[in-house]
């Protein structure tokens, strides 16, 4: 190997590990959140006047490093007659610990062509969340839902 090359890989390997360990970074420490992992669980849809529509939801969240909220954020899927779609985003914690309020607002893209809004709120605790969501679909047609997930084994 000729002395210059050989300088580039020293460096490289000396510096890589210090890339990404300033305050900025997203990896850096943060408050630690307790939601984590794949949870499933069931949904209750209310749409107006009709009979509850039951269904599935899974969710994945992953905790956000840095900051000093505890946050995560979160890729859901509802599986039901009335509404399948999967929607995403950050999810609010009151506190790092559980059991603790939560939050989440976000949109979702409707099965009848609109993009419809959802705000969640609930409680997770180190085995379950229970919400309360409420929604907003086509032709401002409002929802609501109640929704109790586990983690997943």
């Known amino acids: 190997m000729i002395p210059s090359a050989r300088h580039l890989v020293a460096a490289l390997l000396i510096g890589l590990p210090l890339v990404g360990c300033n ?3 997203p990896s850096g420490p943060g ?3 307790f939601l984590s992992g794949v949870w ?3 949904i209750s849809l209310n749409v107006g006047a009709e009979p509850p529509v039951d269904g599935e939801v899974s969710c994945l969240f992953t905790p956000r490093a840095g900051g000093d909220e505890p946050r995560a954020d979160a890729a859901c899927n509802i ?3 009335w509404l399948n779609t999967s929607f995403g985003g950050e999810v609010v914690l009151d506190d790092a610990d559980p ?3 939560l939050r989440l607002d976000t949109t979702y893209s409707s099965p009848r062509g609109c993009s419809g809004t959802l705000h969640l709120e609930g409680e997770a605790t180190e085995s379950r969340v229970t919400a309360t969501a ?3 679909d086509c ?3 409002p929802w609501t ?3 109790l997930l586990t983690e997943a084994p």
Request: no cysteine.
């Open 23 to 25: 305050d900025d970074s």
């Open 31 to 33: 408050v630690p959140v």
């Open 40 to 42: 499933r669980g069931t």
């Open 79 to 81: 599986q039901s007659e």
């Open 99 to 101: 059991p603790t309020p």
């Open 134 to 136: 409420r929604g907003v």
């Open 139 to 141: 032709d401002e047609l």
């Open 145 to 147: 839902a109640n929704l």
